[in-house]
């Protein structure tokens, strides 16, 4: 699954997949900006499923955040 959400973030961010780790901030080490962020939750809502509450998506800072709401929420 990591590797997946790896993918998604790089694909629908166009940032390269070495710059992208578990630990990876999506706002300090990548620059995301809110409308970025809402692009990825839909991508990701959209591979998984799932949908994503708009008050959760403030607690998805770090790429093993978004792992771990996957995990718990499929």
Same mark, same amino acid.
């Given at each position: 699954? !990591?590797?997946?959400?790896?993918?998604?973030?790089?694909?629908?961010?166009?940032?390269?997949? !070495?710059? =992208?780790?578990? !630990?990876?901030? /999506? &706002?300090? %080490?990548?620059?995301?900006?809110?409308?970025?962020?809402? %692009? /990825?939750? &839909?991508? @990701?809502?959209? !591979?998984? $499923? @799932?949908?994503?509450?708009? $008050? %959760?998506?403030?607690? /998805?800072?770090? &790429?093993? %955040? @978004?792992?771990?709401? =996957? $995990?718990?929420?499929?």
């Amino acid at each position: 699954m !990591k590797n997946e959400i790896i993918n998604i973030i790089s694909k629908t961010l166009g940032i390269d997949k !070495k710059k =992208i780790n578990e !630990k990876t901030n /999506l &706002v300090a %080490d990548l620059d995301v900006e809110s409308l970025d962020l809402v %692009d /990825l939750v &839909v991508a @990701i809502e959209e !591979k998984y $499923q @799932i949908e994503i509450p708009d $008050q %959760d998506i403030k607690n /998805l800072q770090t &790429v093993e %955040d @978004i792992i771990n709401y =996957i $995990q718990s929420h499929v």
